[in-house]
T-cell receptor, first 114, second 113 residues
């Protein structure tokens, strides 16, 4: 058990809808990362937060947004959903937010767009 | 542009054999190279990592070999076991510049008895 909790585990919705994915980091970790995993693209970094502030941004679409709250949990909001957004979304956390430190991954949210 | 190229995509190894997964990177500024292991239905978990000041790092049956001049690194799993069957991802980052991890596309390893 990594200590990172993601909810929900599965999400099924339709095109054009909006969803929110939630992540609770491991106790003591200040940084949260969001990744998208699809069969053809592997693990793609979306965005990183450290202690409530955005730290780094990857190939995150404008339709996607995220935030980290004072209690350090994070939410990833996906709007105007398209079929191509179907993927596994992972949250990871680390203590310091430095990229040369271990990241601890949750078990992901599987998003299916019908 | 894929910055970390991983091969093979899939690998079948006999129990007790050696599994070898290779990765090549392009950015010479990368200075942190971890390997993650992912079982079905689970998130990736850090397996072992290396920095470019050493050419090899071993942890139990898992060894990373690093070739800075060739910009390549590889994971060797000695005495492979069925329980090692998983997807393995290499990754790289510029730790000193705190750039995000860039992952390879993964290798699905099956260890058969």
């Amino acid at each position: 058990d990594s200590g990172v909790t993601q909810t929900p585990k599965h999400l099924i919705t339709a095109t054009g809808q909006r969803v929110t994915l939630r992540c609770s980091p491991r106790s003591g970790d200040l940084s949260v990362y969001w990744y998208q995993q699809s069969l053809d693209q592997g693990l793609q970094f979306l965005i990183q937060y450290y202690n409530g502030e955005e730290r780094a941004k990857g190939n995150i679409l404008e339709r996607f947004s995220a935030q980290q709250f004072p209690d350090l949990h994070s939410e990833l909001n996906l709007s105007s959903l398209e079929l191509g957004d179907s993927a596994l979304y992972f949250c990871a956390s680390s203590v310091s937010g430095l990229s040369n430190q271990p990241q601890h991954f949750g078990d992901g949210t599987r998003l299916s767009i019908l | 542009q894929q910055q970390v190229k991983q091969s093979p995509q899939s690998l079948i190894v006999q129990k007790g054999g050696i599994s070898i997964i290779n990765c090549a990177y392009e950015n010479t500024a990368f200075d942190y190279f971890p390997w993650y292991q992912q079982f079905p239905g689970k998130g990736p978990a850090l397996l072992i990592a290396i920095r470019p000041d050493v050419s090899e790092k071993k942890e139990g049956r898992f060894t990373i070999s690093f070739n800075k001049s060739a910009k390549q690194f590889s994971l060797h799993i000695m005495d492979s076991q069925p329980g090692d069957s998983a997807t393995y991802f290499c990754a790289a980052s510029r730790g000193s510049g705190n750039t995000p991890l860039v992952f390879g596309k993964g290798t699905r390893l099956s260890v058969i008895a």
